[in-house]
């Protein structure tokens, strides 16, 4: 079965500085990965996600992720913070073998400080 | 820019009610979700529909969970007997394995 630990509930950064949010996975077959954003009261937005190709992804807001298959990671970076940023981040894993249902991190809450 | 849409956006209702959260997805997408979140937790997977049947579900989704395409634009997912552990944040999705895009929520407050 697929799971996704994020290490670190909570991060904080200056504004400006380099944003880390980590993510491991484990799946038994080439994974599909994500990562969502989540405002306060909102839903889950998708930042970028891995399926195949390429396994440095950008996404939305300047965020970027590498896959990294020997390492089973998808950690999130973005090379300045912004105020905008703080939020919570969600790291979800699927594969084509199950098909159909994400496996969510349990989520990193990440602090901006001005 | 299509959108899954949800109501109602909150819910209270007393233990022991019936609940139906409603849901639409995007209008091309086939396979369609529901997710939970309670509090301070991470977002857990309860059921897969597609093709007018339940694709997966997970151990959460028991005999209270009921899910419905009642027609080519809804999808609902209706709780029998709410409890209180049933309170949480629920999220529709459509899309497929390799993307899912998901609604705003419906906070559900059982009290």
């Known amino acids: 079965a697929q799971s996704v630990t994020q290490l670190g509930s909570h991060v904080s950064v200056s504004e400006g500085a380099l944003v880390l949010l980590r993510c491991n996975y484990s799946s038994s077959v080439p994974p599909y990965l994500f990562w969502y954003v989540q405002y306060p009261n909102q839903g889950l937005q998708l930042l970028l996600k891995?399926?195949?190709?390429?396994?440095l992804v950008k996404g939305i807001n300047g965020f970027e992720a590498e896959f990294k298959k020997s390492e089973t990671s998808f950690h999130l970076t973005k090379p300045s913070a912004h105020m905008s940023d703080a939020a919570e981040y969600f790291c979800?894993?699927?594969?084509?073998?199950?098909?159909?249902?994400?496996?969510f991190g349990t989520g990193t809450s990440l602090t901006v400080i001005p | 820019e299509p959108e899954v849409t949800q109501t109602p956006s909150h819910q209270v209702t007393q233990m022991g009610q019936e609940v139906i959260l409603r849901c639409v997805p995007i209008s091309n997408h086939l396979y369609f979700y529901w997710y939970r979140q309670i509090l301070g937790q991470k977002v857990e997977f309860l059921v897969s529909?597609?093709?007018?049947?339940?694709?997966?579900k997970s151990e959460i989704f028991d005999d209270q969970f009921s899910v419905e395409r009642p027609d080519g634009s809804n999808f609902t997912l209706k709780i029998r007997s709410t409890k209180l552990e049933d309170s949480a944040m629920y999220f529709c999705a459509s899309g497929g394995p390799n993307e899912q895009y998901f609604g705003p929520g419906t906070r559900l407050t059982v009290t």
């Open positions: 529909f597609y093709n007018n049947e339940i694709s997966e």
């Open positions: 891995y399926t195949t190709g390429a396994t």
């Open positions: 979800a894993v699927s594969d084509y073998d199950t098909g159909n249902q994400f496996y």
